[in-house]
């Protein structure tokens, strides 16, 4: 029998009464939510890409104070151009900073004979667990491997408490965790919205009423032949008392779903001190690229980059951190436009801070082949000190004596 036969009344059916959905009802964890968040996803990688995309070197303090890049250091290679023999520096240290912004960054270095460091290995920090033995030594496991304090250098996140890093995100759980839960069940919620949708009165279709077989039945018949792409423009027929109108129901549940995920990126932005302009959210308060940068590394990158650094001189023996260090060279993320880096090199070069080739290099042009790497100072500027200044009383002096000499000459000639 089919859906244009007549059937016997419709039979009552029960309906559900409200309930309380609980939070974490939905069978997805706070943390896996947001390991897919756009947002966080965003956060990590402006950070993690803008430190790995700095020049990193291994310096050398002389005795004068000066520090020289270590050039003949085994290690300056390794930090500089290969880490290890399946990675660049840029993906290393992208991973590195990815890894510690979760909370923990374990490294795995291979030494040579004389113990210096020839290869680094980034361990994946889920596989790693960390605890303390009875002499209050760090003990590393990855699987059924054992790593002692010595073989892994374990760089911690925020919040460190001795034995493990946290992540950012930690700290703001249950805030998180309810914005998460929020947007879930919103999300939800939608799938069962009434909305704007076609309404189908079939009672002239059925006098004595329908079944729910007959619902579902008629329901289905609409679906599958009215609705969806593949249908769209097909008239629709209507026999034997069927009417067609449409429903139209308000909901403001998608403006508070969508109030609910600028907060939740606002605050994202706040853990990682990341600007929100940078997520494509807010205004750009800043007047100039370079100071836009200059906050950016401030206040956002270099809490991670010292902790980077000191924890990878620690890669060196006791002996070589007496005046051995390595460090990030941020001068190129705080380069402005063309114009004003043009005015501070020429102002550079005049105080004699930069030489040509100096200026050449960070502008990334080979050295000039004679007189590059030459420094100028202005001839009117002299030191301040007694020698400078008697050397100048003596100087004005000749050249009063010198005057009145030939001022003298002068009279004498006239009497003549």
């Known amino acids: 029998?089919?859906?244009?036969?007549?059937?016997?009344?419709?039979?009552?059916?029960?309906?559900?009464?409200?309930?309380?959905?609980?939070?974490?009802?939905?069978?997805?964890?706070?943390?896996?939510?947001?390991?897919?968040?756009?947002?966080?996803?965003?956060?990590?990688?402006?950070i993690s890409n803008a430190i790995a995309s700095l020049p990193v070197d291994l310096l050398f303090r002389k005795n004068d104070g000066s520090r020289v890049?270590?050039?003949?250091?085994?290690?300056?290679?390794?930090?500089?151009?290969?880490?290890?023999?399946?990675?660049?520096?840029?993906?290393?240290?992208?991973?590195l900073v990815r890894?510690?912004?979760r909370g923990n960054a374990f490294l795995r270095p291979i030494r040579d004979s004389q113990g210096r460091v020839i290869e680094v290995f980034l361990l994946e920090p889920t596989a790693v667990s960390v605890e303390r033995n009875e002499a209050g030594k760090k003990i590393f496991k990855q699987g059924k491997i054992e790593y002692t304090s010595k073989?892994?250098?374990?760089?911690?996140?925020?919040?460190?408490?001795?034995?493990?890093?946290?992540?950012?995100?930690?700290?703001?759980?249950?805030?998180?965790?309810?914005?998460?839960?929020?947007?879930?069940?919103?999300?939800?919620?939608?799938?069962g919205r009434i909305g704007s949708r076609a309404l189908v009165d079939i009672s002239g279709m059925y006098p004595d009423g329908a079944t729910d077989d007959d619902i579902r039945e008629m329901a289905a018949y609409l679906r599958n032949n009215y609705s969806g792409e593949e249908n769209e423009g097909k008239p629709l027929i209507l026999w034997d008392g069927m009417k067609i109108s449409s429903i139209e129901a308000t909901d403001n549940r998608e403006s508070q779903l969508l109030e609910n995920r600028q907060y939740q990126n606002k605050l994202i932005a706040q853990i990682y001190q990341v600007p929100l302009f940078l997520l494509g959210e807010g205004e750009n308060k800043y007047n100039s690229q370079e100071s836009q940068n200059i906050n950016f590394l401030q206040y956002t990158l270099l809490p991670w980059i010292r902790?980077?650094?000191?924890?990878?001189?620690?890669?060196l023996d006791a002996n070589e951190r007496k005046n051995h260090s390595v460090s990030f060279n941020t001068a190129g993320f705080l380069r402005g436009d063309h114009k004003s880096r043009m005015e501070a090199y020429v102002k550079g070069?005049?105080?004699?801070?930069?030489?040509?080739?100096?200026?050449r290099n960070?502008?990334?042009?080979?050295?000039?082949?004679?007189?590059?790497?030459?420094?100028?100072?202005?001839?009117?500027?002299?030191?301040?000190?007694?020698?400078?200044?008697g050397a100048?009383?003596?100087?004005?002096?000749?050249?009063?004596?010198?005057?009145?000499?030939?001022?003298?000459?002068?009279?004498?000639?006239d009497k003549q």
């Open 69 to 95: 890049k270590a050039y003949s250091h085994p290690m300056y290679k390794v930090l500089k151009r290969e880490p290890n023999l399946e990675e660049v520096p840029q993906v290393f240290y992208g991973r």
């Open 99 to 101: 890894h510690l912004l």
């Open 307 to 315: 902790i980077i650094e000191q924890y990878l001189t620690l890669l």
């Open 151 to 191: 073989e892994i250098l374990h760089i911690p996140g925020v919040g460190y408490d001795g034995v493990r890093g946290y992540s950012p995100l930690e700290f703001a759980k249950s805030t998180l965790e309810t914005a998460s839960n929020i947007e879930a069940y919103a999300a939800r919620a939608f799938e």
């Open 362 to 389: 960070l502008e990334n042009l080979t050295a000039l082949p004679e007189s590059g790497d030459v420094h100028f100072i202005p001839a009117n500027l002299m030191p301040l000190n007694n020698e400078t200044i």
């Open 349 to 359: 070069i005049q105080s004699g801070i930069y030489s040509v080739d100096e200026v």
């Open 1 to 46: 029998m089919g859906i244009f036969s007549k059937k016997k009344p419709m039979q009552k059916r029960n309906t559900p009464g409200s309930m309380v959905i609980p939070w974490g009802a939905f069978g997805t964890s706070w943390s896996r939510a947001l390991e897919q968040n756009p947002s966080v996803f965003s956060c990590e990688q402006l």
């Open 392 to 413: 100048y009383m003596a100087s004005a002096k000749l050249k009063a004596q010198s005057l009145i000499g030939k001022e003298s000459e002068g009279v004498g000639d």
